[in-house]
């Protein structure tokens, strides 16, 4: 930051920002990518990639950040959620199977904690079904699949947060992950407020001209640098968190009344990036008691999202339907503290409240 700051150009699609996106290309086998402002952007630069018309279904999990509904909405597609997993928080296959119709056009998946749903299926159905795929993996930087491939290269399209509640961060960023090369061209269009500035830099037009109606979507150059030094670091932030993780895994496994939920991640081997590790209560009531009895202890834990399908803005226009995976989630979920710099005397103090 100190170096971008003397060198005096701080705007975006500067020298730290190229330095990032062709880490993450080399490094992870991205075929295109485009630092954004934060995930939320990448997310609305996805929904306008898809072209949406008035009545375009969106597919989604109900259990997701409010960025992923917020998107499509704003380009005038109705969203329409599925239910998580029985035993996570990630979406359905059979959910997104019986939703599909007609109008559908997109489906959305989260990564739950940096894990994927299962993305075989998701992809056949997509395929089968002509629809666009894109990969919310806000969480998932530096994440691996079953197979050890890095999550986020299997959807058309792909975004990762940059906040600085991610593993990675630069305070607020983001990146959206092009897989699809067809669209790579309106991508740096949307990018650059709808011109062909990104050609005008590379000296391919001798001007810029207003194409498409786009936004301001570049991460400012010195946010780029503070992640590039992040970005260098990733595998020894992503080793770091997974010791903690393991330690809570090993130490809690044994307690038969706090089962570990992970269990997906568990069976999917050593591959995810630790970004969350939680347990799943009996009830809310049991859930709630025991944040409570963090805090007596000064510790902050932590319950997730609230399912959108049951949102004050959602059943306000569409009304309620049950989702009962994604209520149970939003009920008996509670995250463990967990942070880059977590000391195993921290992890003890929590594990003493959960055991007590
Ligand atoms: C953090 C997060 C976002 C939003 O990321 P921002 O960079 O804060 O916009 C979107 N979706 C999911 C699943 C997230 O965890």
Partial sequence: MVQAMAEGKLSGAGKYGNQCQSLMAARYGFQKTLLTTSCSDALEMCAMLARLKEGDEVIMPSYTFVSTANAFVREGAKIVFADSLPGHPNIDPDAIESLINPKTRAVVVVHYGGVEPPMERISALCRTHGLLLIEDAAQSIHSRDKNGDWLGKKGDLAVVSFHDSKNLG?????????????????????????????????GKTDKYEWLEVGSSFLLADLNAAYLLAQLENAEEITRRRREAWDYYAAHLQRKEEYPIFNQQAVTDGDNHNAHIFFILLENKACRDILIQKFKEKQIIAVSHYLALHQSPYYTTHHGYKPLPNAEKFEDCLLRLPMYNDITRDEQDRVIEVLLA
């Fill in 170 to 202: 630069c305070g607020e960023g983001g990146m959206l992950i092009i897989n699809n090369p067809n669209y790579n061209h309106l991508a740096e269009i949307l990018w650059e407020k709808g011109t062909n500035r990104y050609d005008f830099s590379k």
